[in-house]
């Protein structure tokens, strides 16, 4: 596809479930990152995935979050015995920019690309 | 560890005003600067970018930021504005350190209202 796509789009659960968030980014992309956006907030930094590996999720609330992306490129994040304080939207980004020991180049565009987001609500 | 800041949660403006949402940043790194939009039901855009160079940027659609260092500022402003800008507006930093995954700080938003 053309561009970032996440399913579902909207997602309604009753305390304690289980959910599972798709991505899927733009092909090729070799970064892709999870956010958690609340009502009224900015966007905040989950985790991130460099192909398969997931190289930080320092932004994960909660051992109840788990994301993965086992093939590189498609990415699940699961929430376990989901919580009202989980209610958010969930944005997944991709970039083609990648993390390496070199040193960062000018001109090299790092931007990411979002998608429209699964919004969550937990009654 | 970053953090970004947008005062005004909310600006109203009339149509053909300019405009001008501030965003402020702190950081212990130097940072890359941003400007996204999402608009009604849509996912976040790139409008502008400040990677290096000149420290005026613009976008296609007229809008320009500006990188001051000395004051940790990235302003977006806009000379006339139309009805079709209105939507919320996120600035951004991320790490410009190589190594660093380059995800995103975002500020809390700017909803604009362009009104009639």
């Known amino acids: 596809g053309a561009g970032v796509s996440q399913s579902p789009r909207y997602k309604v659960a009753k305390r304690g479930q289980d959910v599972a968030l798709r991505c899927d980014p733009i092909?090729?992309?070799?970064?892709l990152f999870w956010y958690q956006q609340a009502l009224g907030q900015g966007p905040e930094f989950l985790t991130y995935?460099?192909?398969?590996?997931?190289?930080?999720k320092s932004g994960l609330p909660s051992d109840r979050f788990f994301a993965e992306r086992p093939e590189g490129s498609v990415s699940t994040l699961k929430i376990q015995r989901t919580q009202q304080e989980d209610s958010a939207v969930y944005l997944c980004?991709?970039?083609?920019?990648?993390?390496?020991?070199?040193?960062?180049?000018?001109?090299?565009?790092?931007?990411?690309?979002f998608g429209p987001g699964t919004r969550l609500t937990v009654t | 560890a970053q953090s970004v800041t947008q005062l005004d949660s909310q600006v109203p403006v009339f149509e053909e005003a300019p405009v001008e949402l501030r965003c402020n940043y702190s950081s212990s790194v130097s940072v890359y600067l941003f400007w996204y939009v999402q608009y009604p039901n849509q996912g976040l855009q790139l409008l502008l970018k400040y990677l290096s160079g000149s420290t005026l940027v613009e976008s296609i659609n007229g809008f320009e930021a500006e990188f001051n260092k000395s004051q940790t500022s990235f302003h977006l402003r806009k000379p006339s504005v139309h009805i079709s800008d209105t939507a919320e507006y996120f600035c951004?930093?991320?790490?410009?350190?190589?190594?660093?995954?380059?995800?995103?700080?975002f500020g809390s938003g700017t909803q604009l209202t362009v009104l009639p």
């Open positions: 951004a930093v991320s790490d410009k350190s190589s190594g660093s995954a380059r995800q995103l700080t």
């Open positions: 092909s090729g992309h070799v970064s």
């Open positions: 995935f460099q192909n398969e590996a997931q190289l930080d």
């Open positions: 980004a991709s970039s083609s920019h990648w993390t390496g020991a070199h040193r960062s180049r000018e001109g090299v565009s790092y931007e990411q690309y």
